[in-house]
């Protein structure tokens, strides 16, 4: 981090930053394609979309893009599938519960926001204990707009009492950077999730970028003293 500010609080993108929820969004893909008659993909192939969410699965799944014409329609239908096994493979990144509880006993606030509408991300997050302790849980359709926007991030902020100033926001998307600077936040990109080390995320802009879950502690002591 470059800049000197007092962390107060971190918020967290959901999906391939804090849980790894690519097996259930390609099941729920492979589900509509052998609904077809297809073979199911191998999830290897899914996985680097799955930040993209219903349009990353259907563009892997079908070569479906938002501007086909019947894309509202199969997104529905992906929803419903995905709906129906969306805890059943999800689990939570490897290092993350140790994280939270040190944030949380340093006294530092902690929160989601994510792209998911919230009738994913309320059911989901409802599913894992880990979630109990979060102080905020903004969706991306909680507020008018999703990231890139700033507002969802605004919106926690809000919620948790802090300035945005005091917050970073921690992301494994472009769009989730371009919304914590757009928001005025520091910003962590992580690449451990669905992109892999050699992601080439220097372009984002954002304040720091790490590869795994342990790297983000020393990084905010650091900010916070520096
Ligand atoms: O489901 C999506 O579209 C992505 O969700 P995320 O913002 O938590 O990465
Ligand atoms: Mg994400």
Redesign the pocket.
């Given at each position: 981090m470059t800049q000197s500010r007092q962390v107060q609080a971190v918020l967290f993108?959901?999906?391939?930053t804090l849980i790894d929820s690519a097996p259930d969004l390609a099941t729920a893909a492979n589900t509509m394609r052998v609904a077809r008659g297809l073979s199911s993909l191998p999830l290897a192939q899914y996985r680097p979309m799955a930040?993209?969410?219903a349009r990353g699965m259907l563009g892997i799944a079908f070569g479906l893009t938002p501007e086909n014409t019947d894309f509202n329609v199969l997104r529905e239908e992906f929803f419903c599938n995905y709906e129906r096994c969306m805890t059943q493979n999800t689990h939570i990144f490897e290092g993350v519960p140790e994280m939270l509880t040190t944030l949380s006993g340093q006294g530092l606030k902690w929160g989601v926001v994510?792209?998911?509408s919230e009738r994913f991300t309320l059911p989901l997050t409802r599913s894992m204990p880990l979630f109990d302790t979060a102080s905020a849980i903004v969706s991306?359709d909680t507020t008018p707009h999703a990231?890139p926007h700033p507002e969802p991030l605004l919106e926690a902020a809000r919620r948790l009492g802090v300035p945005p100033q005091y917050c970073v926001y921690v992301g494994?998307?472009e769009r989730d950077i371009v919304a914590g600077l757009a928001a005025g936040m520091a910003t962590v990109a992580v690449t451990y999730g669905y992109l892999g080390t050699q992601a080439d995320t220097t372009r984002w802009g954002a304040h720091a970028t790490i590869n795994c879950v342990n790297e983000l502690l020393p990084l905010l002591q650091l900010a916070a003293s520096a």
């Open positions: 993108d959901l999906d391939g930040g993209a969410g994510t792209n998911k991306g990231k494994d998307d």
